[in-house]
């Protein structure tokens, strides 16, 4: 049986809290209706030894499911007025294969908060967010957030 320990997690976060140099905002209209945001950073290069130092947990796991893309807002739905702390997301839950460094157990789950999405007539891009599938196996470098 796996253990279905919940931890939310932020995949690029460390590269944030490291010196995340650059983060450019631009919102258009497409095609129609549709709006298109675009967020653009920089993400330094990191070694696997600096990736290693800066990561609380590193796991091999086995992405498991990838809900479906929501709005960050109390209420879940589509803010008035789109600003720049708005964004669409989705969860990504991978199940833990082996531990490379930190506390968890082969079998749990943890939670990976990805960022960029597409909901009715809004899609957001995030260019420096990874992108995953279900049953991809994976290798995650990971800060602890709660």
Do not use: C
């Not at 964004?87 to 079998?107: A, F, H, M, P, R």
């Not at 960029?116 to 891009?125: D, M, P, S, Y």
């Amino acid at each position: 049986m796996i253990n279905k320990k919940a931890i939310a997690i932020g995949l690029l976060a460390f590269s944030f809290s490291l010196g995340f140099g650059l983060n450019i905002y631009s919102q258009s209209l497409v095609s129609g209706n549709v709006t298109e945001i675009n967020r653009h950073g920089l993400v330094p290069r990191y070694s696997i030894e600096e990736l290693a130092a800066g990561s609380q947990l590193i796991i091999k796991g086995t992405i498991v499911d990838i809900d479906k893309d929501k709005w960050n807002t109390e209420d879940g739905g589509l803010p008035e007025e789109i600003g720049v702390s708005d964004s669409i997301y989705k969860d990504v839950s991978v199940e833990i294969d082996e531990v490379l460094k930190g506390n968890q157990e082969k079998g749990d789950i943890v939670v990976v908060r990805m960022y960029g999405g597409e909901i009715n007539n809004t899609v957001i891009r995030a260019d420096y967010e990874a992108s995953f599938t279900e049953d991809e196996e994976v290798v995650l470098f990971l800060r602890l957030f709660s």
